[in-house]
């Protein structure tokens, strides 16, 4: 990526690999940890999601989302109590959404500060990759804000699903 060349799968794997196994003894160790990565798929947050003893995926019990509530959801509420039904909660996706201008001239500013790797020229590869199903369980969060506005919404998000016992706990 930092010379311009998207990743492929094949590149990914290893690394993601190592970051779950991070993951799992951080786990171990009862410690919450915060990783930010480009998971951008499903099979991307799948092996990461490993790092939980306790995860099962949900293919692999027969239990889906659709199976539950049918085809379709009818309010958002369905969606997030099935995503917490079927995923673990040691292990939590958000996604840090803004429009791909803001993106595209935040990485630009840290380009030029030598504060990130990647070319701005990849960020719609990186778009294109991105895939989330509702039913997956991963929480949007608007990046757009201030930086200590987007912490104060991921905490208020995790301590409302009771993915965290109480604000303080991040």
Known sequence: MRNGIPLTDEDRLPWLEAVRDAMIDYIIEGKIVVVA?????????????????????????????????????????????????????????????????????????????????????????????????????VFCIDASLDPDLIVENIQRKLSDCQILSSISDI
């Not at 019990?61 to 079927?86: D, H, M, P, R």
């Open 37 to 137: 990565c480009s998971a951008l798929q499903p099979k991307y947050r799948d092996i990461l999601r490993t790092a939980d003893p306790m995860h099962e995926s949900a293919s692999s019990n027969g239990s889906s989302c659709e199976n539950i509530y049918g085809n379709s959801f009818s309010t958002s509420i369905e969606v997030e109590n099935c995503a917490k039904a079927l995923f673990s909660k040691m292990v939590v996706f958000l996604c840090l959404q803004a429009p791909a201008e803001l993106i595209a001239s935040r990485l630009e500013s840290r380009a030029k500060e030598g504060a990130h790797f990647m070319s701005p020229a990849l960020l719609q590869s990186q778009m294109d990759l991105l895939q989330i199903d509702d039913a997956e369980g």
